[in-house]
Each structure stands twice: as structure tokens, then as C-alpha cells.
T-cell receptor
């Protein structure tokens, strides 16, 4: 069965610095990988996805993610963090079915 | 509105009562999903509909939980004999994808259920 792991409960970064939120996945076939963001009292919002092709995927709000098949990772990155990026970030994976499986989430805190 | 709509936004009930949560997906979206999110956890898959039929209900925790989508649009999640452990935010999402799993899900803001 497919699964994702987000090893960090919280990531702290200063505004203007680069940020990375880690995600690793486990599937038996080809993975479809997603990142979602959840702001307080709001629904989950789609950020970006990897289906096939270029390993570097660009998404909303300046975020990008790098698919690494050998390391089974799909880390979320942003070159310069903003205080408004502070939120809960979820990695998710689909395999052969349409069921999307989420990780436990990483809270990103960007300090001014 | 154009997004996924969930009602009620908040529901407080007593242990043992019956609860219904409603989801109105984005118009034209064939796929509809229910997830449950407990405090500090990621969304946990419950059930997925493709049209009117439940394509995968493997996440429903027990037979107290049931969901329907009779006309392929609005869905209702039904919980019988509620328990305190059912307290969570119930999320609904829809997707235009009809298969293959490449499309993203569009989520509603959730229904927060509190069982006293």
C-alpha cells in the first residue's frame, strides 16, 4: 500500500531564507505526488503535483518540489520564505487507485 | 459559490446520537471524497465516489459510518450511534478526474463534529 512520511513536525525559518519541507514516499508502482497547504480554519489548498516528466515541479505562491526517484523523496522548497507562508503543509501520494493518501503534516513557521 | 460546500460547518452532538454531514461538490466533478482529520493529524481517507457508486470505502472505520451520493452530485456522510472518538473535522473534496489519479482534489472547509 502507498504511504508518505513527513519526518519533521515543525520547520522554523527566518523570513527571506530558503525553506525545505521534507517528504518521502513508498509505492510499488509509479507515484503521483502532491503538496497541499492548510491555513488556520481554512480548507486544504493544492500547491503542486508531480505526475511525470521534469523532476522539478513549480507550483503556486513560488513553491517548487523536486522528485527524486532514487531517494523516494518529494521535498517542498521555496527560495525565499515569507511570514505569510506559515501554515500546515501536507504531502500526499496516489498509486494505481484514485485514493489520495496524506502524510501527517509539517507546520512551517516563518519568523520576521 | 464555485467551491466545495460543506454543511454544517460545526456540529455538536451527544454520544449515541445520529449525525448527517453534507457535501456539495464543484459542479461537473465526477469524483467525490470524504476524509477525516483529527487534531494534529493528516487527513485520513474514508470513502471515494465515482459518480453515484462508492469506488473505494476501505477507510470507513466501522459499520456506524455510511455515505451516499444518490444522484452523483451531493453526498451525505452518515454516522450512527456517535462516540466521543468520532470528534474530528470531516473534509469533503471533489475532482474532475474520471480515472488515472493525476488530478488534484478541491477541498471544502470541513464540518467540525464534536461528540460530547
Amino acid at each position: 500500500a502507498q504511504s508518505v512520511a513527513q519526518p519533521e513536525d515543525q520547520v522554523n525559518v527566518a523570513e527571506g531564507n530558503p525553506l525545505t519541507v521534507k517528504c518521502t514516499y513508498s509505492v510499488s508502482g509509479n507515484p503521483y505526488l502532491f503538496w497541499y497547504v492548510q491555513y488556520p480554519n481554512r480548507g486544504l489548498q493544492f500547491l503542486l503535483k508531480y505526475i511525470t516528466g521534469d523532476n522539478l515541479v513549480k507550483g503556486s505562491y513560488g513553491f517548487e518540489a523536486e522528485f527524486n526517484k532514487s531517494q523516494t523523496s518529494f521535498h517542498l522548497k521555496k527560495p525565499s520564505a515569507l511570514v505569510s507562508d506559515s501554515a500546515l503543509y501536507f504531502c500526499a501520494v496516489r498509486e494505481d487507485t484514485d485514493k489520495l493518501i496524506f502524510g501527517t503534516g509539517t507546520r512551517l513557521q516563518v519568523f520576521p | 459559490g464555485a467551491g466545495v460546500s460543506q454543511t454544517p460547518s460545526n456540529k455538536v452532538t451527544e454520544k449515541g446520537k445520529y449525525v448527517e454531514l453534507r457535501c456539495d461538490p464543484i459542479s461537473g466533478h465526477t469524483a467525490l471524497y470524504w476524509y477525516r482529520q483529527s487534531l494534529g493529524q493528516g487527513p485520513e481517507f474514508l470513502i471515494y465516489f465515482q459518480g453515484t457508486g462508492a469506488a473505494d470505502d476501505s477507510g470507513l472505520p466501522n459499520d456506524r459510518f455510511f455515505a451516499v451520493r444518490p444522484e452523483g452530485s451531493v453526498s451525505t456522510l452518515k454516522i450512527q450511534r456517535t462516540e466521543r472518538g468520532d470528534s474530528a473535522v470531516y473534509l469533503c473534496a471533489s475532482s474532475p478526474s474520471t480515472g488515472g489519479g493525476t488530478g488534484e482534489l478541491f477541498f471544502g472547509e470541513g464540518s467540525r463534529l464534536t461528540v460530547l
